[in-house]
């Protein structure tokens, strides 16, 4: 290639390379280009850090070949880099992006026209490159950019892009004395690289699924090769799921947040400025202490978050430096399983009521209610032991208003009932059970409290007792079958035949999820699971179940300790929009601990891996509405990996690393009993940040690092800590050296495997004030929030709410496989596998005039969905399903776009005992969209 060639490609890749990697040189470059540097910080932002939640630009070479799902540091990235070494170039991690960045693409061409010019034959390589990798990230970029922008800066930067990929154009009117200038110019060609080896990596993936896999990557060059489960350990079969399969296209996207960040625009706009680490940090610690001086600590809240489900936790960094910088308005509870956490307190003495799932191969029966483990994942063995069981001829039904995948995999015979009666159902069966003499008499007279009057508690009023409500003896309502049916929509002589198989099997199993609990009688649901289980002899039998197990008393994993917040208030955490709507409306009576109302408004809000803020809190237009009052709340800051539709309403953005870039130790979720370990596998990518070190530079500000690190050099440090902790307290374990080598530790000690096992067989007391399964509960009858025993309780927005000549349908949320939660909802390859659909039965998608595939409205008084509908037979007729966890995307309308069923669920009302969310308690209709 001639030598003036050469010199003008070195010159266009140079000054391309500069526009990628340098905006203050790019601004004085202008004047080569002959264009005023007019573009604002936002605008190039937007184009280059990813500041702009609606502008994606596909700036590296593995997107670009992958499309629109396409993930980065995949074997494409190898393939560039082993390209760059091959020819001695040592490839650089330009501003953290991955290295095959179109501004390190630049750079490497740079290198090969410099080397070329300086005496080495390497035109044909740069050609080479050009037309594998470059020319498609070239296209891609500037196709994106003049869409996103009308700059005269792109618009130049295109055309010098497209020169450079075709050697052709105008003379550039380089200055006198430039290109000699210019470091790069003088560099040669280096001798080739070695290549890096292929290592696997072992994971402990924390995101909030209900398993917790251990995983293991294929990694090379720092690229991330593949994802499989760990098919090594013996003790426990990790299957994963299609979302493992999938990881690298949600982790390693394109929505990944880059670089800190503060808003630029109208909160809510998704458009924002980039800073740095230090002026996040600042301005943190600014409103922390400008909102604590002006309106008090419990000013400051962090919402719930499970993003990160694992030892270290940026929530809780941040709590502990809240707590000693004076305080926060703290909550209780979790959206998961509060109702069932709160009422087996009252039963059992407990909420660990749940035993292993190896326990279901004693079972003769097993009852899968509310469950649906084959879509949302529940433990790594839960599903395969349903499996084996159904083999071996165990007979399993499901109880579900929606012919679920768990339904479809394992279950014998479908139940669909109407959503929030299942405590009637439940009150029918135990009736049929007891009427006909079935009832295991001995072990509710040893174990049982209020069953009926011979076991009331002393002074206990009369027909408060179970039996009493059954037989009607209080209400004159017998509660038999019949009666069932006309609440619950089950024939009755199911719910007989199925009471009296129930009743004979011994042992039978009831496995039951949280969906039935998600309900505003959720409390009194599960209640009744605990009466059934008790009413015929199940509890703390192998093979049996206390009818509440999802948690189970296993060994715990490392946690950090917290600190002990001065402050002292407590809310619900689904109540935070109420306060934020009317902070003095909160009082006691709602479930406020440590005063009687609160005392000031919440202007500082923390979102730190959650979506709490916007998605995942129901009724999504009202939080809308409160968040965006730039006067109702003075600043948002959010911490996550993704430009999240919570992360739009943000004021300040702080890119966090994916479970890719960071270590940490991880615990089962629920009825598992091991330890994960979770390995860095590559660099935190761009200018991202564990929580931590953030907390540690606001602690700065604030003078309180020393207090906030105690004195520890890093994270790893709190997680030895942690992990020794827990090793105090079971010897068992390794070293915490032991853990990581492994991978994961499989606890030996198999004592917890039945719940309430030494309670049945040892006779050791129920840790209830009676020491017994305390059917009919002194302590809620005397506080007057439920009934003293489990009856049912109808519901609003239940079947037999007037309200339903309004909005005819039950409107019900499942777990999509496709997501754990919101996470995954942006990656495409996992869309594919559970699109958004409003799930409708036949009758009344016919009575609507809707087809199968049919665009649909989905609305009542909250807000309207707008999805295709799925007309199947697997839904009962009366009630809608939306699958819950879809990023919020509002149309011009208004109306969500996606699929958010939040958009439709109720924020006003919480469940009386434990003041949770109702989510599954919604009455809502459906039209064809025109
Ligand atoms: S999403 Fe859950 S089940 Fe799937 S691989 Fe990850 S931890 Fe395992």
Same mark, same amino acid.
């Given at each position: ?22 905006? !203050? ?70 501003? #953290? ?23 080495? $034959?390497?035109?044909? $390589? ?5 037309? @594998? ?9 500037? !196709? ?52 890096? $080896?292929?290592? %696997? ?67 809510? %706009? ?76 009252? /039963? ?47 007979? +399993?039904? &499901? ?25 009637? @159902? ?37 027909? !408060? ?7 009607? !003896? ?23 035949? @199925? ?64 600190? $002990? ?5 407590? /809310? ?22 440590? #005063? =009687? ?38 600043? +948002? ?68 690092? %020393?207090?906030?690190? %105690? ?100 409107? +019900? ?9 919101? /996470? ?44 295709? &509908? ?21 149309? &011009? ?14 924020? =006003? ?13 919604? @009455? ?7």
């Amino acid at each position: 290639m001639p030598e003036s060639i050469l010199l003008k490609q070195f010159a266009r890749c140079h000054l391309a390379r500069v526009f990628f990697t340098d905006r !203050e040189a790019w601004a004085r470059e202008c004047a080569v280009l002959g264009v005023e540097p007019a573009m604002s910080d936002v605008e190039y932002g937007a184009l280059v850090w990813g500041t702009d939640a609606s502008v994606d630009i596909p700036l590296w070479a593995s997107v670009c070949r992958g499309g629109e799902g396409g993930a980065l540091l995949d074997e494409t990235t190898l393939d560039v880099v082993r390209f760059y070494k091959r020819l001695g170039y040592a490839p650089q991690r330009l501003d #953290g992006n991955p290295p095959d960045y179109i501004g390190e693409q630049f750079r490497f061409l740079e290198y090969l026209y410099a080397a070329a010019i300086n005496g080495a $034959e390497l035109a044909h $390589e740069a050609d080479e490159f050009i037309a @594998l990798y470059a020319l498609d990230t070239v296209k891609a970029v500037s !196709e994106a950019m003049l869409g996103a922008s009308s700059s005269p800066e792109v618009a130049a930067l295109a055309r010098l892009m497209e020169e450079a990929m075709l050697r052709s154009g105008a003379e550039l009117p380089l200055p006198e004395g430039w290109l000699e200038g210019l470091e790069s110019f003088g560099w040669i060609m280096r001798p080739p690289i070695p290549e890096g $080896e292929v290592r %696997e990596i072992g994971h402990a993936s924390f995101n909030d699924c209900g398993s917790k896999c251990h995983l293991v990557s294929r990694v090379a060059e720092g690229c991330v090769l593949s994802i499989e489960p760990n098919k090594a350990c013996e003790e426990i079969r990790f299957t994963g799921c299609a979302r493992g399969r999938a990881y690298r296209y949600t982790f390693l996207s394109t929505s990944r947040l880059r670089y800190p960040m503060e808003r630029a625009g109208k909160r809510g %706009e998704g458009k924002f400025r980039r800073i740095t680490w230090e002026r996040a940090a600042e301005r943190i610690a600014e409103a922390m202490k400008s909102t604590r001086e002006t309106w008090g600590p419990g000013s400051r809240y962090v919402l719930p978050g499970a993003g990160v489900c694992a030892t270290a936790r940026g929530d809780r960094f941040l709590r502990n430096l809240l707590s000693l910088d004076g305080g926060q308005l703290s909550f209780y509870n979790y959206y998961s399983a509060s109702c069932a956490i709160h009422a087996t307190n009252y /039963i059992f003495g407990t909420w660990m009521c749940g035993s292993a799932p190896e326990d279901l191969r004693n079972a003769k029966l097993i009852f899968l209610w509310g469950h649906n483990p084959a879509e949302n994942q529940f433990g790594p063995q839960l599903n395969s032991i349903l499996m084996e069981v159904k083999a071996r001829g165990t007979r +399993i039904v &499901a109880f579900d208003p929606r012919k679920s995948d768990s339904v479809l995999a394992y279950a014998n015979e479908w139940v669909p009932l109407l959503p929030s009666t299942d405590g009637a @159902l439940i009150d029918a069966m135990c009736y049929v059970i007891w009427s006909e003499g079935l009832q295991d008499q001995d072990f509710m007279d040893r174990f049982c409290l209020g069953f009926d009057e011979a076991h009331m508690p002393a002074g206990a009023p009369e027909k !408060e007792c179970y039996r009493a409500y059954l037989f009607g !003896e209080a209400d004159g309502v017998v509660k038999d079958a019949a009666w069932g049916e006309s609440v619950t929509g089950v024939p009755k002589e199911t719910i007989a035949r @199925l009471a009296r198989e129930f009743a004979a099997a011994k042992p039978a199993c009831l496995l039951t999820g949280f969906g039935p609990q998600r309900t505003l009688n959720g409390e009194q649901t599960y209640r009744g699971f605990a009466a059934l289980a008790s009413i015929t002899g199940n509890v703390g039998k192998p093979g049996g179940s206390s009818g509440c197990g999802c948690i189970r008393d296993a060994h715990g994993a490392p946690y950090l300790a917290g600190r $002990e917040d001065p402050h002292g208030v407590t /809310i619900p955490s689904f109540l935070w929009t109420r306060a934020l709507e009317d902070y003095r409306s909160l009082t006691e009576k709602d479930g406020l601990l440590g #005063g =009687d109302r609160l005392a000031s408004p919440i202007k500082l809000i923390f979102s730190i891996a959650s979506g709490m803020l916007v998605n995942q809190h129901s009724n999504i237009n009202n939080t809308v509405r409160l968040i965006s009052d730039e006067e109702r709340v003075e600043l +948002i800051v959010l911490s996550d990996v993704f430009m999240t539709p919570s992360a739009r309403y943000a004021d300040i953005v702080l890119p966090a690393p994916s479970f890719f870039e960071t270590e940490n130790i991880v615990g089962p979720w629920g009825a598992d009993d091991y330890l994960l370990w979770n390995n860095k596998a590559i660099e935190p990518l761009f200018g991202c940040r564990f929580e931590y070190d953030c907390f540690r530079l606001v602690a700065k500000y604030l003078g309180l690092e %020393e207090q906030f690190t %105690e004195g520890k050099p890093d994270m790893r440090a709190w997680l030895e800590e942690a992990y020794e902790t827990l090793r105090g307290e079971y010897p068992e374990l390794p070293e915490l050296q032991g853990l990581i080598d492994k991978g994961y530790y499989v606890y030996c000690d198999r004592g917890r495997d039945v719940a309430f096992r030494k309670n049945v067989e040892q006779g050791v007391p129920f840790g209830t004030p009676s020491g017994k399964i305390e059917i009919f509960s002194p302590r809620l009858y005397e506080s007057g929030l439920l009934p003293g025993n489990p009856r049912y309780t109808p519901c609003d927005e239940g079947p037999a709410d007037p309200m339903r000549a309004k909005y005819p349908l039950q409107l +019900i949320g499942f777990h999509s496989k496709r997501r754990c939660h919101s /996470i995954h909802d942006q990656n495409r390859l996992l869309r594919e596998l559970d699109p958004a659909r409003v799930w409708i039965n036949p009758a009344d998608a016919k009575a609507r005039g809707i087809a199968d595939g049919d665009l649909a409205e989905v609305f009542n008084d909250r807000g309207t969905v707008r999805i295709p &509908a799925k007309v199947t037979e697997r839904i009962m007729p009366g009630v809608v399903a939306i699958h819950e966890g879809a990023w919020y995307k509002p149309g &011009a309308d208004g109306a969500d776009e996606a699929g958010s069923i939040n958009v439709l669920t109720m924020s =006003d009302r919480a469940t009386p005992l434990a003041r949770a969310n109702p989510q599954h308690t919604n @009455l809502a209709d459906v039209r064809r969209a025109d």
